[in-house]
């Protein structure tokens, strides 16, 4: 497992971001977000591997394997951030900090999107800042890793 290795996930229909509903998610696309992740990645010396699906068995196989490679997981759950108990147990397997990351502040909207199963198993959550809210998640990754290294 490398020090400095972190995982940004993104969940369903996040592919179309930029692309549908900007009065809601914004113009940047989900390539636009990897770049400006990749950008501030490089500025806190930490290494990144962007993903996204729309799959929930695809979402938990990348977890699994993240258990054993990773120092951090920054995670969009996207719609399963409110149905899935699947990837709520996957995260708590996972041993590193975990931020979740809402472009949206899910607390204006409807009530379905007010609770996230994945809260429960994450050490921070950032939501309603726009697609900035994956950089700021980076920044506290950064600080609760130098915290933790000796
Ligand atoms: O605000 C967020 O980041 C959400 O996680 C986005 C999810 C939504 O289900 C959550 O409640 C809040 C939706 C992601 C779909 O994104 C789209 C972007 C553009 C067009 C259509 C969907």
Request: net charge negative; proline share 4%.
């Given at each position: 497992?490398?020090?400095?290795?972190v995982l940004v996930l993104n969940?369903?229909?996040?592919?179309?971001?930029?692309?549908?509903?900007?009065?809601?998610?914004?113009?940047?696309?989900?390539?636009?977000?990897?770049?400006?992740c990749?950008?501030?990645?490089?500025?806190?010396?930490?290494?990144l591997?962007f993903?996204?699906?729309?799959?929930?068995?695809?979402?938990?196989?990348?977890?699994?394997?993240?258990?054993?490679?990773?120092?951090g997981i920054v995670i969009n759950?996207?719609?399963?951030?409110?149905?899935?108990?699947?990837?709520?147990?996957?995260?708590?397997?996972?041993?590193?900090p975990i931020i979740e990351v809402?472009?949206?502040?899910?607390?204006?909207?409807?009530?379905?999107?007010?609770?996230?199963?994945?809260?429960?198993?994450?050490?921070?959550?950032i939501?309603?800042?726009?697609?900035?809210g994956y950089?700021l998640a980076l920044?506290r990754l950064?600080?609760?890793?130098?915290?933790?290294?000796?």
């Amino acid at each position: 497992m490398s020090a400095h290795r972190v995982l940004v996930l993104n969940g369903p229909n996040l592919n179309l971001l930029g692309k549908r509903q900007p009065e809601i998610y914004g113009t940047e696309t989900l390539d636009d977000v990897e770049a400006e992740c990749r950008r501030v990645a490089e500025e806190l010396g930490l290494t990144l591997e962007f993903r996204q699906s729309n799959a929930e068995h695809e979402l938990i196989g990348w977890l699994h394997s993240a258990r054993e490679t990773v120092a951090g997981i920054v995670i969009n759950p996207a719609a399963f951030s409110h149905t899935s108990v699947a990837i709520m147990d996957a995260l708590a397997a996972c041993p590193c900090p975990i931020i979740e990351v809402h472009i949206s502040n899910i607390h204006r909207r409807e009530a379905f999107r007010h609770h996230s199963y994945v809260s429960q198993v994450a050490s921070g959550v950032i939501c309603g800042c726009g697609t900035q809210g994956y950089a700021l998640a980076l920044f506290r990754l950064a600080a609760l890793l130098e915290k933790a290294t000796p």
